[in-house]
């Protein structure tokens, strides 16, 4: 059976203030990014939503039901199964517009994008992922690729690597140790020594580059936004595809100004904060 990895770990801690009605109504929305993920669906039948969010299927249909209700799932009165409705792009525009990393970002991403001519990306660590919170795409970019809101494990994208070099050891070492290590290409490390290989290596370089880790074809740089600590809080990242590009083309053309615009956020962040 498959569950969502997102529902939290809250419920194995007893607290007083956790609410766990609001925690199965997450659990049924997240289902459908499991759902696409995992099993390439975009509707979910109900008791698809149960198996998924491990609720049972009276729980799942009450909460399906309000979530439609309020506006954030939709139902095909044909084949009777539910999707994501309008509703859910309000959080991501109210998350966003109370961010200020990414009022300061997004001009230089933009700039950067179109002194290029490359897709430029931001992303922010949560837990053991990485997820794309500003996607700035070049005009040849796949479709997915342009959606902002994409999670990715740490341990094998250039973003993750590159902010794990730049936390503590001992951060390092437990998002590693929850990670589960699952490759996403044939080519993806997942020998916890060699990833931490990889993360000393960016540690020394200031950067990252990551061939094929998460995506076929693919050549992932990303380099740290820092906090006036030195403490990496997001990456800038850049995708480009093989065989068009190489990685020697790579660390000569887009590792500097990956670098440059990722100095140019920390230093405009930790004025502005």
């Known amino acids: 059976m498959i569950v969502d990895r997102n529902r939290t770990a809250a ?4 607290d007083t203030l956790f609410v766990g009605s ?28 149960s198996q998924i969010s491990g609720l049972d299927k009276s729980a799942s249909q009450r909460f399906t039901n309000t979530l439609v209700e309020l506006g954030y799932l939709e139902k ?18 109210t998350y966003m517009i109370s961010n200020p990393l990414a009022e300061i970002a997004m001009p230089r991403l933009i700039e950067a994008s179109q002194a290029h001519g490359t897709t430029v990306n931001l992303c922010e660590p949560v837990g053991t992922d990485i997820i794309y919170t500003i996607r700035v795409p070049h005009q040849k970019a796949f479709f997915r690729a342009t959606i902002p809101g ?27 140790a929850s990670s589960d290590f699952e490759p996403m290409t044939e080519w993806t490390i997942t020998d916890p020594k060699a990833v931490r290989k990889r993360i000393e290596k960016a540690r020394r370089e200031g950067y ?14 990303a380099a740290p936004v820092l906090d006036s600590e030195g403490r990496a809080f997001a990456a800038v990242q850049v995708p480009v595809y093989m065989p068009e590009w190489t990685t020697g083309m790579v660390e000569e053309k887009i590792v500097p100004f990956v670098i440059e615009t990722a100095r140019a956020i920390s230093g405009s962040y930790f004025i502005e904060s």
């Open 208 to 221: 990252c580059i990551s061939v094929q880790q998460s995506l076929t074809h693919e050549i992932s740089t």
């Open 22 to 49: 609001v925690e199965k109504g997450f659990a049924v929305l997240h289902a459908f990014r499991t759902g696409q993920r995992e099993l390439g669906l975009r509707d979910l039948s109900l008791s698809q939503i």
């Open 150 to 176: 994409r999670r990715m494990p740490a341990f094998c994208t250039a973003p993750g690597l590159v902010i794990l070099a730049n936390r503590t050891e001992e951060e390092a070492e437990t998002i590693l």
């Open 11 to 14: 419920r194995r801690r007893p």
């Open 76 to 93: 095909d009165q044909r084949t009777r199964r539910y999707r994501p409705a309008l509703g859910l792009i309000g959080f991501y525009y």
